[in-house]
């Protein structure tokens, strides 16, 4: 199984991106689906993950302006990024749970800055 993500890009302080992330090969039901990033200098973190259910939770940081959604159809998982901030700048990479094993796709950059 791979991730491909995609979407990346740089953008102005208050614009927007939508990152993608598709599986494809032997895919097997998905469980969760999320979205990390790490900055430069900075830790790893969790951004979003979506459950199977639909259940969605962020890093506070990001509530309000970023949305995850899922289209099992598809094996793909979507992040919507509004009212970027330059402190949003990071490579953001997606994962997906799959039968208990935890696949990872490259990461995708964003760069917010004017």
């Known amino acids: 199984v791979q991730l491909q993500a995609s979407g990346g890009g740089l953008v102005q302080p208050g614009g927007s991106l939508r990152l993608s992330c598709a599986a494809s090969?032997?895919?097997?039901?998905?469980?969760?689906m999320g979205w990390y990033r790490q900055a430069p200098g900075k830790q790893h973190e969790l951004v979003a993950v979506?459950?199977?259910?639909?259940?969605?939770n962020y890093l506070d940081s990001v509530k309000g302006r970023f949305t995850i959604s899922r289209d099992n159809a598809k094996a793909t998982v979507y992040l919507q990024l509004n009212s970027l901030k330059p402190e949003d700048t990071a490579v953001y990479s997606c994962?997906?749970?799959?039968?208990?094993?935890?696949?990872w796709g490259q990461g995708t950059q964003v760069t917010v800055s004017s």
């Open positions: 994962n997906m749970m799959m039968r208990g094993v935890m696949v």
């Open positions: 090969g032997s895919i097997f039901s998905i469980d969760s």
């Open positions: 979506i459950t199977s259910g639909g259940s969605t």
